[in-house]
C-alpha cells in the first residue's frame, strides 16, 4: 500500500481501524489483528501462525482517508509468502 501513501500521506487515524482492511490467504478471509503506519508504510498484522511459505495474500483496503480527506479504496496483487 506504500503507493497509495507516496503522492499524500493517510490519516493516522483512519489508517489504525482494522474494518478498513480484507486479507484474504489463498482465498480464504483472515482475521486482521492490527494496523499500523510508519514513514509511509502501512502494516497490517495477522495472528501468529496465519502464513505458511508459498501462501498467496491479498489485501484490500476501503474506506481509508488521507490527509486531505480523500477515501481510498485498492486491492492490492497476489503477494506470495517467502
Known amino acids: 500500500m506504500r ?3 507516496e503522492s499524500n500521506p493517510l490519516d ?4 489504525v ?7 484474504t490467504v489463498n482465498g480464504v478471509a483472515a482475521t486482521v489483528e492490527s494496523a499500523g503506519y510508519a ?3 502501512v502494516i497490517v498484522g495477522l495472528a ?7 501462501d498467496n495474500v491479498v489485501v484490500a483496503w476501503n474506506g481509508l482517508l488521507d490527509a ?3 477515501v481510498l479504496k ?3 496483487g497476489a503477494i506470495v509468502v517467502r
Open 68 to 70: 486531505r480527506g480523500g
Open 74 to 76: 485498492g486491492q492490492s
Open 17 to 23: 481501524d482494522v474494518s478498513h482492511y480484507a486479507v
Open 3 to 5: 503507493g497509495v501513501a
Open 39 to 41: 514513514r509511509g508504510v
Open 48 to 54: 501468529v501462525g496465519s502464513l505458511h511459505r508459498g
Open 12 to 15: 493516522a487515524q483512519s489508517v
